[in-house]
């Protein structure tokens, strides 16, 4: 195999595949990133054996063929080079030859025969978005799911698709995000729930950036999602999904607006002085004022006011600081409503089209 490819193209390619590898993975073939050169075009591939990802980019191909390459060393090596394109050859001792400009690297590799295939299977149903519209989906919920090894089921995101709507949704238990949209000209869609990793989240919101769509290939195991020149596709976490409806209170006594951006400044300021885990932050509210609090015994003590309207009793509830702050980061709306109903109880967010944050308070 001998080929020559611009380097920022390559680059860039190797950017998406490479996060995909474990370099802990006990089967050495998959710290690699299999290379394949077919007519004018170089492809990329990574797995680890959960997920496979596969990018294609122009090339100048001089002879056809295949290669594995040390993904890590790989990515090191490209991102060093100056010269405008790299040359890649491989001979039968499957030791490839990266070059540009006056340098030279000679990487041994393992033979690509050992490379397990792409995952393939067949599809039950197939949808479209927007990749601006998937990704904003995805960075509105995403923080919410859980990172407890003993918990998978809530280890990623769920998709359920239900009369023509999609629901996303992520929980850990303490907090739960949910976004709602109407599937426009997708009549033929099959009601179905699906559970993303986590991983595949992390990796589709660094891949859907531009113009375009994102074309999505279900399965009942499997997921696949074709964003341009880039083909990511992953297991589905197995399970049925925790009734997430049955945490939304079903109604509340009182509710107020807040400006978003300027409760995000307060907050972020009041928050400084805690530090450890466990602290909270006080959200009081008395006739049209809404005062945020915060104290820790290492650094001292803060507090800010902000205008408000409010005439419900005087109310004050704790809250984990970064559990109101995350969503605030992935908002768009001008103004936040919440709804409660006393200081124990579940508390609602509500912000763009769609949205809805379930929160529950902390013990004072």
Partial sequence: MKISVPTHSLIESLRKVLNIVNPRSTLPVL????ITATKNELSLF??????????????DVES?????????????????????????ETDSELITSISSGKALFKIMGLNPSE??????FQENQTLSFNKIDFLKILKKICYSSSTDQSRIILNGILLSI???????VATDGRRLALVEK???????????????????????????????????????????????????????IEGSYPNYRQVIPASFTNSIQLPRENFSEVLNRVSIVVNESGSSVKFSLDQDEAILEANSTEIGEANESMQVAYQGDPLSISFN???????LKALDCDELTLRFNDEYKPVVMLGDEGFLYVIMPMRS
């Fill in 115 to 120: 490379f397990p295939k792409e995952t393939e």
């Fill in 31 to 34: 710290s690699n990133v299999l």
């Fill in 46 to 59: 990574t797995t680890d054996l959960e997920i496979c990802i596969t990018t294609k980019i122009s090339a």
């Fill in 162 to 168: 239900r009369e023509g709507n999609l629901t996303a």
């Fill in 64 to 88: 056809d063929g295949q290669a594995t390459i040390p993904a890590k060393k790989f990515g090191q090596i490209v991102s060093t080079l100056s010269g405008e394109n790299v040359t890649i």
């Fill in 182 to 236: 109407i599937l426009d000209n997708q009549d033929s869609l099959i009601d179905c729930d699906v559970i993303l990793p986590t991983k595949v989240v992390n990796e589709l919101q660094k891949l859907l950036d531009g113009d375009g769509d994102v074309n999505i290939k279900l399965s009942d195991s499997n997921a696949t999602f074709i964003i341009d020149n880039t083909v990511l596709t992953t297991k589905l």
């Fill in 321 to 327: 600081p970064n559990y109101l702050k995350d969503p």
